[in-house]
């Protein structure tokens, strides 16, 4: 796995995946009628096999970091313990990497800053937590500025920096930052930060950074407790502007312009992910006043577009998909 991930099929991967953790429990499950010294031994190995894993949970290579943090928790089910339990006697390995204490985030290839972010992750989301962060202590300040960065920053401001120059896709590196900026949710005075961020990446044109950001905002939401009245107010812009249907009439192209509107905000997108994230924030009434203005919508659009254009059947899709649902 660590040195041909990218040279061998998938399925080799993870046959080699399958085997370690029948290597891991074969080797320690108590076996019936086993040699009286082999408890002996396995108990002298067990800390040498735990800390090359725990070493591993910050590997730049994603299969071996995300099998290191498979494999710690095939033991600690083993063993009857917890993720956090097995790690501990190890977590010295991992003091100057969970934050990074020498080092800048940017100073690092970028395949190091995604290990940096998900071991970060990891590590904070066990229960108990392997590491706290405390942004009383100039690293941990430093490393959750730089996760706002990488979450904030536009694509252009980022190209910009040496080390992502030459990067082809930005967003594993803004779906690890998204990710360790939510297990940051205990910290009380940055809680709303973080919420807006997450609330901002549900915007995003690309849809794996909208499905990243919903799944975060989950997880945000199941770890602390979400101001409703802070929801309420960042739906209100967007469902202001479905409600703004009247502008319509006065585009001289106005199927052009809602399909560009379409695109350019991910109306639907969004309204679906807001539904199903705040559905309490969504009662009959409003519910109602959202269906009379894509219906509205609908209405503009139809009188706009020509008999040719309709026979097409290229105008109401989109709209058509919701009313139906």
Not at 101 to 111: A, D, G, I, S, T
Not at 251 to 261: G, S
């Amino acid at each position: 796995m660590m040195d041909l991930t990218n040279e061998v099929s998938a399925g080799t991967v993870d046959s080699a995946k399958q085997t370690l953790e029948s290597l891991l429990k074969q080797c320690n499950e108590p076996q019936a009628g086993e040699e009286p010294n082999i408890a002996s031994v396995r108990e002298k190995v067990l800390p040498s096999v735990t800390q090359h894993l725990v070493r591993e949970i910050v590997s730049p290579n994603q299969t071996i970091r995300q099998q290191a943090q498979c494999s710690v928790s095939v033991l600690a089910k083993i063993y009857g313990s917890s993720v956090h339990s097995i790690m501990l006697p190890h977590k010295a390995i991992l003091e100057d990497m969970i934050p990074p204490k020498k080092h800048l985030l940017r100073h690092q290839p970028v395949n190091t800053q995604i290990a940096l972010m998900d071991g970060n992750t990891f590590c904070t989301t066990l229960n108990p937590r392997l590491f706290t962060m405390d942004l009383t202590v100039m690293e941990h300040k430093v490393f959750f500025h730089e996760l706002l960065s990488l979450c904030e920053a536009d694509d252009s401001q980022l190209l910009k920096l040496p080390c992502y120059k030459t990067v082809q896709s930005l967003t594993p590196l803004r779906k690890s930052a998204l990710n360790a900026l939510t297990a940051c949710h205990y910290i009380v005075q940055v809680k709303d930060k973080i919420f807006n961020v997450l609330y901002k990446a549900l915007n995003s044109p690309t849809t794996e950074i909208q499905e990243a950001a919903k799944e975060c905002m989950k997880k945000f939401m199941a770890g602390s407790q979400v101001d409703m009245e802070q929801v309420h107010m960042s739906i209100r812009p967007l469902l202001l502007k479905l409600g703004d249907y009247r502008s319509l009439k006065l585009a001289a192209h106005p199927v052009q312009v809602f399909y560009d509107f379409l695109n350019d905000s991910f109306l639907l997108q969004r309204l679906s992910h807001l539904m199903e994230l705040f559905p309490g924030s969504f009662n009959e009434k409003l519910c109602e006043q959202l269906l009379a203005h894509l219906r509205k919508w609908m209405d503009v659009i139809t009188a706009g577009t020509t008999q040719s254009q309709q026979a097409a059947g290229k105008t109401t899709t989109p709209l058509k998909i919701l009313l139906k649902s």
